[in-house]
């Protein structure tokens, strides 16, 4: 495969991973609707989660300019594992496994 490819296609699996992650999180908005607390708490936390991400890509990338033809490659590729990361934390609180006492609305 060209690199141009492999570009294409990681950023198609982050585009993938990202709107499982935005399915989710709607999911978890609405079960906690009735909530204004949890709401407003998961809301903050997303935001916290968001800066962290950005952050961390900061940090993985500090000159991306540099990084020639792979930099979009290895971008979409490391956005696509945070952004799984953040979605299983979401799904356990979206399904809490059954007797998980410590999961919110157990």
């Given at each position: 495969m060209a690199?141009?490819?492999l570009n294409e296609c990681s950023g198609a699996e982050f585009r993938k991973a990202d709107a499982e992650l935005?399915?989710?999180y709607t999911a978890?908005?609405?079960k906690l609707k009735n909530d204004a607390v949890a709401t407003e708490n998961l809301k903050a936390s997303e935001r916290a989660w968001i800066n962290f991400r950005d952050a961390q890509m900061k940090a993985l990338h500090p000159?991306?300019?540099e990084e020639g033809s792979v930099h979009s490659?290895?971008?979409?590729?490391e956005m696509t594992e945070l952004t799984v990361q953040r979605k299983e934390m979401l799904k356990?609180?979206?399904d809490p496994e059954d007797g998980d006492?410590?999961?919110y609305g157990s």
């Open positions: 690199q141009r490819d935005n399915r989710v978890l908005m609405e000159h991306p300019d490659m290895c971008w979409s590729l356990r609180m979206l006492v410590c999961s």
